[in-house]
């Protein structure tokens, strides 16, 4: 993955967990996200942390939130990973112009997508057990940072004024070809309502969700700094979108799997409740679908995005549309089901 920022970590991590009176520990990276660089850390004694460098995109007041959150979480029975204070009791460190946090270890392994129902069962038996545990959660912590999101006509008419600027961009003709396509998606987009808001993981995909090892359960949700009130529809649509392709969000052959999305809702009832949004939640995926293909399109001509894989890409333009084409692949799919309905 691209971490042109992050090549030479090591000595910049050492420094952050001396901090946390932490020394001559093995390091190594591990995750393959595009955001945060995450770290294991390894003491001689075998206990294990796990070190994140936090995003630019995100403020350092996210991580105090992260802490409150956790630790609500945490007294209603629900697991979650605990932000390790530093020496001087603070949620997060600031060295050389980056935001560093530390977590405790919970073991488990992520996916990058779900092949089976068991996999979407259990996730998304997790995911309501994350709501439900948050149902009391004070909502004046929450930051609304982050503007804009899941709003279709903002990502929609951005695409097109990125497009109309942009025509002599290398890669534009692909662009524009796969812009109509999005186009169409938008139009088929039935009117639903996205119900109430409650307090939500806000990207709940597959990477997300930490699973055992050993029973192949999904043990809890990580990555928890665009925790927000959010519809219940479209955090489960922006569930379904990640869990219901069983291929990688850059895959050619990507598409909308009914049994896992049958599977995926089916854990969810067995402990919270999505009463009167049954006809909400496919038109709200789909929704999300195109929100990110055009999202992933507009940065094909921006060159940018928060990483991207340069050993499979030539460049972030081409992994991006990469990107783009896979969510419309999905979300063709998934349009194909709802017309038939």
């Known amino acids: ?19 946390y009176g932490i020394s001559g520990a093995t390091l190594s990276e591990i995750g393959d996200g595009l955001i945060n660089l995450t770290i294991e850390v390894l003491e001689e004694t075998g206990n294990r942390f796990i070190l994140q460098k936090v995003s630019g995109i995100f403020k350092p007041s996210v991580n105090d939130k992260i802490a409150e959150v956790t630790a609500h979480l945490r007294e209603n029975g629900v697991s979650c990973p605990k932000i390790i204070a530093t020496k001087n009791h603070r949620n997060y460190l600031e060295q050389d112009g980056n935001v560093w946090r530390l977590y405790e270890y919970i073991p488990g392994c992520s996916k990058t997508v779900f092949t089976s129902p068991g996999d979407a069962y259990s ?16 909502v004046q912590l929450l930051a609304n940072d982050r503007p804009h999101i899941h709003d279709l006509h903002f990502h929609l008419s951005g695409l097109e004024k990125t497009l109309s600027r942009s025509t002599s961009h290398r890669l534009y003709s692909q662009c524009f070809a796969l812009s109509k396509r999005i186009k169409l998606l938008a139009s088929k987009i039935p009117d639903f309502d996205p119900g109430p808001s409650i307090i939500a993981h806000g990207d709940p995909k597959v990477s997300n969700i930490l ?52 599977a995926a809702l089916d854990g969810y009832d067995s402990v919270g409740s999505r009463v009167g949004l049954d006809e909400s939640i496919l038109p709200a995926t789909l929704q999300i679908y195109v929100e990110l293909a055009s999202r992933f399109l507009s940065d094909v001509i921006h060159e940018s995005y928060f990483g991207w894989d340069d050993i499979n890409y030539k460049s972030a333009a081409s992994h ?6 896979a969510q419309v692949l999905a979300a063709e799919s998934l349009a194909t089901h709802i017309s038939e309905n």
């Open 320 to 325: 991006n549309l990469a990107r783009a084409g």
């Open 1 to 19: 993955m691209d971490r042109q920022n992050n090549k030479y970590w090591g000595d910049e991590a050492a420094r952050v967990l001396a901090s």
């Open 211 to 262: 699973f055992s090892a050993e029973s192949n359960s999904a043990v809890c949700f990580i990555d928890l700094d665009t925790v927000g009130l959010m519809p219940r529809a479209l955090e489960l649509g922006d569930a379904m979108r990640s869990w219901c392709n069983p291929f990688p969000e850059d895959s050619s052959s990507s598409l909308f799997n009914l049994e896992l999305y049958e």
């Open 123 to 138: 996730a998304g038996k997790a995911l309501a057990q994350f709501h439900e545990g948050l149902k009391n959660f004070d």
